[in-house]
């Protein structure tokens, strides 16, 4: 009996502290500073990003995780029409994969109005772009660094994004 | 892209670049990148449709549809603008084209138009 007791208690007890399974963050609204996921994380609203010049608003900082935009629009600080007029901000993307690996921006989705590029895959291996839409971006709407190997660029639709400086050639992808 | 050993498949590219220089594209090879796949994309209405660097090697340009690029307004107002569906600046035997829907092309290759047989 007492024995029984003993494993009961300890079953409880073993259920009462072990760590709750991880959630993904959740996340909407105005962000100011740059965002660094480090689990999968979703999007749950659209997104303004007012972060600081020359910086991303979603940063990886974990690798083998998920940017999830689940139907949202993440937002940044270009003019809705005229992008950047040709000019652009190096930096100021709207997510940087930041030399994780095997992470993953998945749509459907929004990412539009970054004075640099939509996406950077920068420094990573295996990292996957899927089913996003870039637009107005005043670099590229997806750009994939000399730095990395293995992208999956697929599904995605990319228009209105571009510059006119000298030596940068920019677009969709 | 200036990455190396990717995909980019099924992917729209409309409406990029700016012709003021003429080196913006719908999908681009630019830099060093190598090993990449750029296959069954739709690419209209860029500065260039698919654009590809000198220093570009052992890409594969497979089964897209790049087709008016630039637009005909973009063509007009700014006729000193060199751009094409498909600019290959990268030595010749340095990029396998296979399959792909163009009419304007540098250095790669465009279908001919057939006409079907009289009747």
Redesign the interface.
Known sequence: MTSRVTAVAAFVAAVLVAPPALAAHRVSGVITSTYVMVEDTDLIGDVTCNVANATPCFSFGAPGIELRLNGFTITGRADAVTGCGGASTAGEAGVTTNNMARVVVRGPGLVQRFRGDGVSVAGSRDARIENLTLSTNCMSGIRVLASSFGTLIEGNVATRNGSTAPGLACGGI | ??????????????????L??A??????L????SGNLIDENT?SG???GI?I?AGARDNEVRANVAVGNPGIQSANTQPAAQAVDILNLAPVDRTTFERNVCVTSVNAPCPAVVKPPEQ
């Open positions: 892209m200036i990455g190396h050993n990717s995909r980019v498949r099924l992917n729209a590219a409309q409406g990029n670049g700016y003021e220089p080196d913006d594209f719908g999908i681009g630019i830099g060093t990148a690419v860029n500065t260039n654009y660097a």
